[in-house]
């Protein structure tokens, strides 16, 4: 008995997912790519493909590939600081969230490589093919791909985010933030922050945004406790896991218009991106494929 094509492709969604979202940033981006993927095995024949993993993980991968090529031009324009869609979730157990492979701070590293080296990148060191396999999906000697992860492992090397906090450590780190910046407590805000912290905000021309990095803990601190103190009725600042790790999400009458992932360690804040561009929140609070 043929399998239902359907349920097939659903087995395999989260990984899919996974694949197109570390690859292109953009979770409307990696939906549509494992749509795509989806309508291409629909197509095929039923029992034609001896591995539906292997197959879709190739159409995927590919169908990504040539996105990123299109997305890096675009990214080129970009007005102000690019950043990752956010992915807000309650539990950083998801697959999208696995390990340290889905941070902004991770994603933002690897638009250092180009299409091909993001690809054999991931699909190496996240989930763990082989080089044969790899060969295969990226249309490449397995010798290629072997050159194509050394190369990105160098490029992502020096700046890949080591993080040295406990979750707890890192809530209650944000906790004393949020608290600092409602109350227009400048000391105890800087107290939260690194001395040589940056903040980056991503409004993509559409909404106020600084555009050029905040460094400094007594800027991004002024910086930050100006959006807090001057926003409108209705805002309200919750705890949250934005790609796996320690967040914030602000909302004006439920409806999110900031997400900032937090960067920690030594006990501070050293990092903080700020995603308030609309078309990368459309999708906060809603849940994963």
Request: one cysteine or more.
């Amino acid at each position: 008995m043929v399998a239902d094509p359907a349920e097939v492709f659903r087995e395999h969604q989260p990984l899919l997912f996974g694949i197109a979202y570390r690859m292109l940033g953009s979770r409307q981006d990696a939906e549509d790519a494992v749509q795509d993927a989806f309508l291409r095995w629909q197509q095929r024949p039923a029992g034609e493909v001896a591995s539906p993993r292997a197959y879709l993980c190739t159409t995927v991968t590919r169908l990504c590939i040539d996105q990123y090529r299109a997305a890096q031009v675009r990214r080129a324009e970009y007005i102000g600081p690019w950043l990752p869609e956010p992915i807000v979730t309650e539990s950083v157990e998801d697959e999208v969230a696995r390990a340290d492979s889905i941070t902004m701070a991770f994603l933002v590293v690897l638009e250092r490589l180009g299409p091909l080296e993001r690809a054999a990148f991931l699909l190496r060191e996240v989930f763990e093919y082989g080089y044969d396999e790899i060969a295969s999906i990226i249309g490449r000697s397995e010798a290629a791909s072997r050159q194509l992860v050394h190369r990105a492992r160098q490029r992502v090397a020096a700046d890949r985010p080591r993080f040295h906090a406990s979750r707890a450590e890192a809530d209650a780190l944000t906790l004393r933030f949020l608290a600092a910046a409602r109350e227009g407590d400048m000391a105890g805000l800087e107290a939260t922050l690194a001395e040589d912290v940056t903040l980056w905000s991503d409004g993509g021309g559409q909404v106020l945004a600084a555009r050029l990095p905040v460094r400094g803990a007594a800027k991004v601190a002024l910086f930050v406790a100006n959006i807090v103190q001057g926003a409108p009725p209705g805002f309200e600042a919750r705890l949250a896991t934005v790609n796996g790790g320690p967040g914030v999400v602000a909302t004006i009458d439920g409806r999110a218009m900031t997400v900032g992932a937090f960067e920690i360690d030594g006990g501070r804040i050293v990092a903080i991106r700020m995603v308030v561009n609309p078309d990368k929140l459309q999708h906060v609070g809603r849940a994963m494929p």
